[in-house]
């Protein structure tokens, strides 16, 4: 990443904490656009997959392609970080030209993370070939989820053949990126009881073939539909906490993006423990998630509307300025539910010294040596 952008990142930092002192909304520099519910996947930890029926469904009352443009492209020089997630975003109509469009009108917009499940790999490359390659002076990252190796990652992910397609896909990206500077190939695994005994072979296949590996953990949310099935895989206190031991002792940094996995890791223990966030959660100030309807919200994961953007003029700075936006943001604050990448990467570069403090005490901790120059991941 430039300079330019972590230059850009202090200041919006610095300047949302002004804002916040003086009484006014935090303006979020990045954006979750949660594209759709529609999803190919059937994964034992979250049934998104079922909200449409016979997994179709109603794309058409969804927001299309101009929509989202005018709504997450309000924001302007303030976006610095778009996630393009669902469902499988790969199955979005328009989604690669779309995210182009976003990108045209944020000038700022530096880093484009694309999730997919890559079990159609062909489109999903062909998308991430069309962002990268418009998208000149962003880092793109075409995010794969990865859960198991070989067969286990099929029978969490509910599809036979999905790990043959991963592999598959991260070939075809891996051959993109010699003429695509700005690609990067990175996994996405969620730990639960179904691979928490598997995850040494797993770290192992996704460092070895992946620039980075983001870990999160499985939890019950309303985003997944699985409340009370037994997913929550922090509440384990028998057996998490040495797993996450053993996954930091082990974890070798090469970028600054691990720097950031690392830390939390090293928080997740700490929110296991105490069943508190670490350090205080940004959702609805540092970040904002746009959901397939437009209604916007300050967390991906709860539900919590600030309203809808169509009802708004299409603009998020005017949505942000409403009584109900600013009573999210403050809630948020206060949040202790959870402690997700989405949210906690933001929440640590926000609160740097806290998030130091809460690594290196009370007990004893491995600091990883660093084995590469650094890269970033927001």
């Not at 508190?276 to 309807?293: D, F, H, K, R, Y």
Request: glycine share 6%; charged share 20%.
């Amino acid at each position: 990443m430039s300079f330019r952008f972590y230059f850009r990142l202090v200041r919006r930092l610095l300047g949302n904490k002004v804002r916040r002192w003086f009484g006014l909304p935090a303006i979020p520099y990045k954006v979750l656009w949660n594209t759709t519910y529609f999803c190919n996947s059937r994964c034992k930890t979250c049934n998104i997959w079922e909200i449409y029926p016979s997994n179709g469904g109603s794309q058409k009352n969804e927001i299309q392609r101009d929509d989202v443009r005018r709504i997450i492209g309000s924001l302007g020089k303030h976006l610095l970080c778009l996630t393009v997630t669902g469902g499988e975003p790969t199955l979005k109509l328009n989604m690669a030209e779309t995210t182009n469009d976003i990108y045209d009108a944020c000038p700022h917009l530096g880093l484009i993370t694309i999730n997919t499940n890559a079990i159609l790999p062909k489109p999903a490359v062909r998308a991430l070939e069309n962002i990268a390659s418009h998208c000149r002076a962003a880092r793109v990252f075409g995010v794969l989820s990865l859960d198991g190796v070989g067969k286990l990652h099929d029978e969490i992910r509910g599809v036979p053949g999905n790990f043959e397609s991963v592999v598959e896909c991260c070939r075809r990206l891996k051959e993109l990126k010699q003429r695509l500077p700005n690609l990067r190939v990175a996994f996405q695994s969620t730990v639960s009881r179904h691979n928490l005994s598997h995850l040494a072979e797993l770290v192992e296949h996704c460092r070895a073939h992946g620039d980075e590996h983001l870990m999160t953990f499985a939890q019950e949310a309303e985003l997944y539909r699985n409340f009370g099935e037994g997913q929550d895989v922090t509440t384990d206190r028998s057996s998490l906490p040495q797993t996450l031991d053993d996954l930091a002792r082990h974890f070798a940094v090469r970028s600054l993006g691990d720097v950031l996995q690392w830390s939390h890791m090293r928080l997740m223990r700490f929110f296991v423990e105490s069943r508190t966030a670490p350090v205080p959660c940004t959702a609805g100030s540092s970040t904002i998630t746009v959901g397939p309807t437009g209604v916007v919200s300050g967390c991906l994961f709860l539900n919590n509307p600030m309203g809808n953007a169509k009802q708004h003029g299409y603009s998020l700075t005017r949505l942000l300025s409403t009584p109900q936006a600013r009573t999210v943001q403050n809630a948020c604050s206060q949040c202790q539910r959870c402690w997700t990448n989405c949210e906690s990467v933001p929440a640590m570069v926000s609160s740097p010294f806290k998030t130091v403090v809460r690594i290196l005490g009370p007990r004893p901790r491995h600091i990883p040596a660093v084995r590469r120059a650094p890269d970033a991941t927001c």
